[in-house]
């Protein structure tokens, strides 16, 4: 199947009912089919996407002679403000209440914020322990609730759902019926599915319509790739950037930059130039989705990730092990479902663990309570991560002997990359990087003489890529009070050293 879809063939019109419909058959299918076999539902997808799937919903089931009842919260026609009137929640409630009074049969009761009415925190108010207690005390009751992932529910209630859908993104064989043709001219003569899904993976249907509708490019460009970044750009709006660091400023380490070329950036090089779905889709399975930056502190394997980030253009997302841990059961694993939920809306995206062994260490080595949960829920999302959205996840420690040989395995973090001391030939390259950076104009005997007295491995802290950027800072302070713009001589580098 080839990933250039002509103008022709896309739809005139499009609006957010239909579009969802295109994008999910399959997963409405599903859900209409366990609602048919008396089994309630629990469906995770973001808060605007959830009225588009109970429409397209609504329809299937009246074709089985079952009949939606819909409890969102809204005041009835008849029903005038006053001080008496509750409020968006006791609404939710009061129609609760009404929904499971009478017969049961032939009726499925649709909870589009069941997220709001009972999740939400480790306490439930009095509004959710209700709703929770009239969802326990009447089994008979058929229903289907909407999750948002980024608000956590009772364990109570999530084990009253033998089934769970979760809807994220758009598939790329589905991508080409989502634009319209006057969207489409936007990309060229013919839109490019393979480039446009890389950017918008993670995008809803309906978030996918809303950011299409809005694109504002010029029709038929000599350079589709502009109207790529310009989708790119709106698809990032909020907290999340791709990093400014490169592969630039990262001096020496030619090895660990050419294994990341050979194993990721060619990769992802190949599988842009795919001519059809297949080939892509073959080749995304050679792509490493976890990689591991081993070494001491100081030596550079937050920058190396941060680079990698910019090379391959994708949203950076931040985490350690403390930010993480929550005190409340269950809240722990929770933050990693959302961090990866995240990291999937924003695709492509890395997400940075700093030390990864806090809480992924090998078994009978925890620390708290709470480390064996997180491990197993990382391996978990590790695993459910499709081939198909360019998510990577990266993780920093200090040494790979500490991590569960789990993390290890293939398919999860498998390419380890050990970031240890610079060589010789590494600090001459981060010197002279430093240096052009700062401007400090290094003397050749003086550059000579700054690489050879720094080649202590023994010595504590060892002189990594941070230290040697104190000292290059150092420098600069010095020239800066001395009112220097002349070359850096050896002298110069020997006071700088002892000031430190």
């Given at each position: ?271 842009d130039a795919a001519e059809s779905a297949e080939e892509r889709a073959r080749l995304e399975r050679l792509l490493p989705r976890g990689l591991i930056f081993a070494g001491p502190s100081g030596t ?97 420690t200090r040494d790979r002997v500490s991590l569960d040989p789990a993390l290890l395995q293939p398919g999860r973090f498998e390419l380890v990359l050990e970031v240890g001391a610079p060589s010789t ?64 001589q050896q002298p110069d580098v020997k006071r700088a050293l002892a000031s430190l």
């Amino acid at each position: 199947m080839s990933l250039k879809v002509a103008l022709q063939d896309l739809p005139q019109r499009l609006d957010a009912a239909e579009a969802v419909a295109l994008a999910y058959p399959q997963e409405l299918a599903e859900l209409a089919a366990a609602l048919q076999r008396g089994l309630p539902c629990l469906v995770e997808c973001a808060k605007e996407l959830a009225p588009f799937l109970f429409l397209n919903l609504r329809d299937r089931l009246k074709t089985h002679g079952l009949r939606c009842v819909y409890v969102d919260g809204r005041p009835g026609p008849e029903e005038k403000p006053s001080p008496l009137t509750p409020g968006f929640l006791g609404r939710l409630l009061a129609q609760l209440r009404d929904a499971v009074r009478g017969p049961l049969e032939q009726r499925v009761v649709v909870l589009p914020h069941l997220d709001l009415l009972v999740g939400g925190g480790p306490g439930l108010s009095s509004e959710a322990r209700e709703a929770t207690a009239l969802l326990l005390e009447n089994p008979g009751l058929l229903w289907v609730g909407f999750r948002d992932p980024t608000i956590s529910l009772p364990r109570v209630v999530e084990e009253l759902t033998p089934c769970r859908f979760r809807v994220l993104g758009v598939e790329r064989a589905r991508l080409g019926q989502l634009v319209t043709r006057a969207e489409g001219r936007k990309f060229g003569a013919d839109v490019d599915v393979g480039a446009l899904h890389r950017q918008v993976s993670g995008a809803n249907a309906v978030r996918l319509r809303r950011l299409l509708s809005t694109l504002d490019r010029e029709d038929l460009p000599a350079e589709p790739q502009c109207a790529l970044a310009e989708l790119r750009r709106l698809t990032l709006a909020g907290s999340l950037a791709v990093p400014e660091e490169t592969f630039g400023d990262v001096g020496g380490y030619a090895d660990i930059k050419q294994r990341l070329h050979e194993d990721v950036l060619a990769v992802l090089a190949r599988i842009d130039a795919a001519e059809s779905a297949e080939e892509r889709a073959r080749l995304e399975r050679l792509l490493p989705r976890g990689l591991i930056f081993a070494g001491p502190s100081g030596t550079g394997k937050r920058l190396f990730a941060r680079a990698l980030a910019n090379a391959v253009g994708a949203a950076l997302l931040e985490t350690s092990g403390s930010e993480l841990k929550s005190r409340y059961v269950g809240g722990s694993e929770e933050n990693l479902r959302q961090l990866f939920w995240r990291a999937r809306q924003a695709a492509p995206s890395l997400i940075l663990f700093h030390e990864i062994d806090s809480f992924a260490g090998p078994p009978g080595r925890n620390t708290g309570p709470v480390e064996p949960s997180m491990r197993v829920q990382l391996l978990q999302e590790l695993d459910a991560l499709p081939h198909g959205e360019l998510v990577l996840v990266a993780a920093t420690t200090r040494d790979r002997v500490s991590l569960d040989p789990a993390l290890l395995q293939p398919g999860r973090f498998e390419l380890v990359l050990e970031v240890g001391a610079p060589s010789t030939e590494d600090r001459r390259d981060i010197l002279t990087r430093l240096g052009d950076a700062l401007d400090l104009r290094f003397n050749p005997k003086a550059l000579a003489w700054a690489v050879d007295h720094t080649a202590g491995v023994s010595e504590r802290p060892p002189w990594h890529g941070a230290r040697l950027q104190a000292l290059c800072r150092a420098l600069a302070r010095q020239r800066l009070r001395e009112g220097r713009a002349d070359e850096t001589q050896q002298p110069d580098v020997k006071r700088a050293l002892a000031s430190l």
